[in-house]
């Protein structure tokens, strides 16, 4: 009997011991759990503080851009403001912003026109883009089929151009996709459409821009900078050359040119004829603004970029994204 007893007390002892091992490790799994969580917390909430400070950031941009909006050299400050970023410290952190023209570029939707989801060819707005591809050194034969890509990429119907790709084309590749059938919202979008390879991209990418309208590029003459002659050059569809454009843009007075007249009248626009439309699409001022903010804060890190309108002297934000600017 003792040494059943004592067996017994044994097989007790271990089942006791096999419990709090047991609990032990469910414990642990617990304490885990919640350390994970509690740090789950605390980075979702420094994060979302985070795209906060961001907001905050548009808020001022939008300040600054009203107050560049009435000031008579205004384009002179913002151009100071993108050699500039403009930086605020903040507690545990620090906000970069950096705001940039946005009508220094064409207008990627500028080669449609219409109303709602019918969009069709402009003929304007895509010799323009034919116009800016060639002042890129693209071949005629490879821009023509770029523009008409561009077009049936944002056309309504599924008629391609001569050149050009509608869902047909796109649905036997893998895998397979549509055309957007509307306005590009991003940039980045090109590099669904067929014919613009990586190359072609970034040859394009710093000329061009998705404006949330279909309306011809809005070109502030005192924002261009040398390395935007060729938007000049896709102005006057390609009778005013690269080079010629350059020059011209040289001999910008010191603050920009205060009339429209004046831009017009210089010997190198001579025998240039613009279309009403074209007289139309040039400006002294901006009209679109991209500011692209980056937070740091306690451990944190959000990038966010948006885009204004300053329409009438009043400033509205027009889109925003969780990303940085292109």
Do not use: K
């Not at 979702?44 to 905050?56: D, K, L, P, T």
């Not at 500039?84 to 952190?93: A, C, D, N, S």
């Not at 800016?132 to 050194?137: F, N, S, T």
């Not at 903010?293 to 990038?303: D, S």
């Amino acid at each position: 009997m003792s040494r059943q007893r004592a067996n017994q007390r044994g097989v007790a002892l271990l089942t006791v011991l096999l419990l709090v091992a047991v609990m032990s490790v469910l414990v642990m799994g617990m304490l885990d759990d919640i350390r994970f969580g509690l740090r789950r917390a605390s980075n979702a909430q420094s994060m979302a503080q985070a795209q906060w400070y961001a907001r905050g950031a548009e808020s001022l941009a939008m300040a600054q851009i009203d107050r560049l909006s009435t000031h008579a050299a205004a384009q002179a400050g913002l151009a100071d403001l993108e050699q500039r970023p403009l930086v605020f410290p903040i507690e545990h952190g620090l906000i970069r912003a950096r705001l940039s023209d946005s009508t220094a570029c064409f207008n990627l939707n500028s080669v449609v026109e219409g109303t709602g989801e019918l969009w069709q060819r402009r003929e304007s707005g895509s010799r323009q883009f034919a116009a800016l591809l060639r002042a890129l050194d693209v071949p005629q034969v490879q821009a023509d089929g770029l523009v008409d890509s561009l077009v049936d990429w944002i056309d309504f119907d599924q008629a391609p151009g001569p050149a050009g790709a509608e869902d047909a084309s796109y649905q036997v590749r893998s895998p397979a996709y549509r055309t957007g059938g509307e306005l590009l919202a991003e940039v980045t979008e090109l590099r669904a459409i067929s014919g613009f390879d990586d190359a072609i991209y970034r040859r394009l990418r710093p000329h061009v821009c998705a404006l949330p309208t279909a309306e011809l590029s809005p070109i502030n003459l005192n924002a261009l900078g040398e390395d935007d002659a060729v938007l000049l050059t896709m102005l006057t569809d390609g009778e005013l050359a690269p080079e010629a454009a350059l020059r011209l843009l040289r001999a910008r007075p010191d603050g920009g040119w205060s009339e429209l007249p004046a831009f017009w009248a210089q010997p190198a626009l001579a025998g240039i004829t613009p279309s009403e439309s074209v007289r139309g699409q040039v400006r002294l001022r901006s009209r679109y603004f991209a500011l692209q903010a980056e937070v740091e804060y306690a451990g944190a890190q959000a990038v966010t970029s948006a885009l204004f309108e300053n329409d009438a002297g009043a400033t509205h934000l027009v889109s925003r994204r969780l990303a940085p600017l292109e």
